[in-house]
């Protein structure tokens, strides 16, 4: 078993998959560690005149990379990030595949509320980022992976029951 889940920044995605994965006692991969960061290939935005790596674009991820660690780590497995649903390589491999729906609104502000707890700027910094990155890429890349998904859950509802759905899903 192999379930994906995708969503946009911060829709609530990597706190229900850390949490099916703690109830189902499986490992949890993070698309995120796979990001090209370090790469000057990787896309990248302008923003304030400055050059800033763009984590909402689908070649973000080191695909290869991904694949490999993934395709090591026996089922079941759960891998989640923005683009959990957009590579067909992983859609391939998917038992299950979740997207997390989440009103924009409540995205930025989850992620304003993050970033600032983690130092990642002023909040004119983070929410220019947001919107110049996370808005299009989700309207662009992320959004449009829905139509992959067997399961639409809402990242407004608290996780546990959106756990509970994917174990009545399972039928676990």
Do not use: W
Not at 64 to 76: F, M, R, Y
Not at 89 to 102: M, N, Q
Request: some cysteine; overall charge negative; aromatic content about 6%.
């Amino acid at each position: 078993m192999t379930i994906l889940i995708g969503g946009g920044s911060c829709s609530g995605k990597s706190t229900l998959a850390k949490l099916l994965a703690t109830h189902l006692q499986i490992p949890l991969i993070s698309l995120d560690q796979f990001f090209r960061r370090d790469d000057p290939t990787a896309p990248h935005i302008t923003l304030n005149n400055q050059r800033i790596f763009d984590c909402n674009h689908p070649e973000t991820t080191d695909l290869a990379l991904a694949l490999t660690h993934i395709n090591q780590i026996p089922s079941p497995k759960i891998i989640e990030g923005h683009f959990a649903l957009t590579y067909s390589e992983l859609s391939e491999l998917a038992t299950l595949k979740v997207f997390i729906t989440c009103p924009p609104e409540i995205r930025q502000q989850r992620r304003l509320t993050r970033d600032l707890a983690n130092n990642k700027g002023t909040p004119e910094q983070i929410l220019g980022y947001y919107r110049a990155s996370a808005v299009p890429g989700f309207e662009n890349h992320i959004a449009p992976s829905q139509i992959h998904a067997d399961l639409n859950l809402s990242g407004e509802d608290d996780p546990k029951v959106n756990l509970a759905l994917i174990l009545t899903y399972l039928k676990l």
